[in-house]
């Protein structure tokens, strides 16, 4: 099994947790967490392309093993002393990653990611970030702008004069893959950029409409729903009347029969009282 020093340095270029998060050792809980927060919002599985989600989620899991030990006291503590953690403790503690990262955090919206973009550019962690990315690289552009978040050939002339203003201060050494890049190479890089955001729309559009369709087919299914519920409220009262109509027609027969029997009972009575009227003999 990889070591998590051995995972910091291949993902991270680190091989020390401070480092990893960019913070000083004398960082406090709350300045941990955040960097943390920072670091693994970058890389949220869920908020990236499916092509490096892989690569993603690895990174994702080391960043919340590194938080796991500095933001406890005292393994804290014993790791600022010695270097040393429980590698299998932290191994088993963040398999469950996913959840441990949302015990931490809400949950992340697509309003989350675009106001750390208007925070992120212009501010020291992006510079730091692209000095790191020109240092590792040597000055080549290609690598800066894949490595530096939020950043596409749009973004060149400004990165640009930022790394032009290190070299003039003697922050960064200049680089003659940086100053003297080759008009080619760039060219290829802006038509790459503009075929993956091409195909980044494209994809997009894809995904408007299938929510346009899944929506449609919703309100299909409901006004559907809704038609057999009135369809279904008719029926009962078509129904209910039917019952309605024959059982007053049965009570109407149920009278009429009763009145009729107590008319014969009364008859023979009558014919009785009653007096036949005397017949007169005529005189001869």
């Not at 960043?63 to 191994?91: A, C, M, P, T």
């Not at 020291?124 to 800066?144: P, V």
Request: glycine fraction near 2%; charge should be positive; aromatic fraction near 8%.
């Amino acid at each position: 099994m990889t070591s998590l020093l051995d995972l910091c340095e291949q993902y991270f270029g680190a091989r020390d947790f401070y480092e990893v998060l960019k913070i000083p050792r004398t960082a406090n809980d709350k300045q941990v967490k955040k960097a943390y927060h920072q670091l693994s919002l970058l890389v949220h599985p869920d908020r990236v392309e499916e092509d490096i989600k892989a690569e993603a989620t690895e990174k994702f899991k080391v960043l919340g093993r590194i938080h796991s030990i500095l933001s406890d006291n005292e393994k804290r503590k014993i790791y600022d002393q010695s270097g040393q953690y429980d590698e299998e403790s932290e191994e088993i503690m963040m398999r469950n990653w996913a959840d441990y990262w949302k015990s931490l955090f809400k949950k992340i919206s697509v309003e989350d990611i675009n106001n750390y973009e208007k925070n992120y550019k212009g501010s020291d962690i992006e510079i730091n970030d692209l000095k790191r990315a020109y240092m590792d690289s040597k000055g080549d552009m290609d690598y800066i702008l894949e490595t530096v978040p939020f950043t596409n050939c749009d973004d060149e002339p400004r990165l640009h004069n930022i790394i032009q203003g290190l070299i003039e201060k003697g922050e960064v050494p200049e680089y003659k893959a940086f100053t003297q890049e080759n008009d080619k190479k760039k060219q290829r890089r802006k038509r790459k950029w503009a075929k993956e955001a091409q195909e980044a729309e494209r994809l997009n559009k894809m995904l408007k409409i299938e929510n346009e369709e899944n929506a449609a087919a919703n309100n299909l299914a409901l006004a559907i729903q809704n038609c057999n519920e009135a369809r279904a409220s008719q029926s009962d009262k078509f129904f209910d009347s039917l019952i309605d109509k024959y059982a007053n027609m049965a009570k109407k027969s149920t009278t009429k029969k009763k009145n009729m029997s107590v008319k014969t009972a009364k008859s023979p009575k009558t014919s009785k009282s009653s007096k036949s009227p005397k017949k007169t003999k005529r005189k001869a």
